[in-house]
């Protein structure tokens, strides 16, 4: 009975931590399109790329909700789809991550607030939200391995 409230108040914090994540990708949008001065390319890839981060958090709070409320035991080819998206945004994020390093140092580009390397650190941070998001899904698939079999018949 211990294990199962330990794994419930674990998978309440990673929804709260998953939200944070959400208020901090929505703030980093909003605070480098609208308030962030002057206005270059950088700038805007870095709010795109902090929505991605935010888009991604929910995404892995969709994940620990629905495995809250078990809801995947009746939605399993949810997960795969899941892990998928995770997989598919760790590619795209480290692409551009190497991208906007590439960027930063071919420009000669000095660290400042709107720089190609901030965008590379937001790259980052959507890179670990889309690994949080395979490695919760796959888990919590593997969690629920024996239903599957039970399905298979």
């Not at 309440?12 to 480098?32: D, K, P, T």
């Not at 709070?61 to 495995?67: A, I, P, Q, S, Y």
């Not at 400042?112 to 790259?123: D, G, N, P």
Request: proline share 1%; aromatic share 16%.
């Amino acid at each position: 009975m211990s294990d199962n409230v330990a794994s419930r108040n674990s998978l309440i914090c990673r929804g709260i931590y998953s939200f944070i994540g959400i208020l901090i990708g929505l703030s980093v949008f909003i605070s480098w399109l609208f308030f962030i001065e002057p206005k270059t390319d950088a700038s805007i890839h870095i709010s795109l790329s902090g929505c991605l981060s935010g888009v991604l958090a929910a995404w892995n709070f969709v994940t620990h909700l629905m495995h809250l409320k078990d809801y995947w035991r009746t939605w399993l080819r949810g997960l795969k789809l899941f892990m998928l998206i995770g997989a598919f945004f760790m590619i795209v994020t480290a692409a551009g991550f190497i991208a906007y390093l590439v960027l930063g140092i071919t420009k000669s580009e000095k660290l400042t607030v709107a720089s190609f390397y901030i965008a590379s650190v937001w790259c980052f941070v959507s890179f670990k939200w889309a690994a949080m998001l395979l490695w919760h899904s796959r888990s919590y698939r593997n969690e629920f391995a024996d239903l599957t079999v039970l399905l298979d018949f």
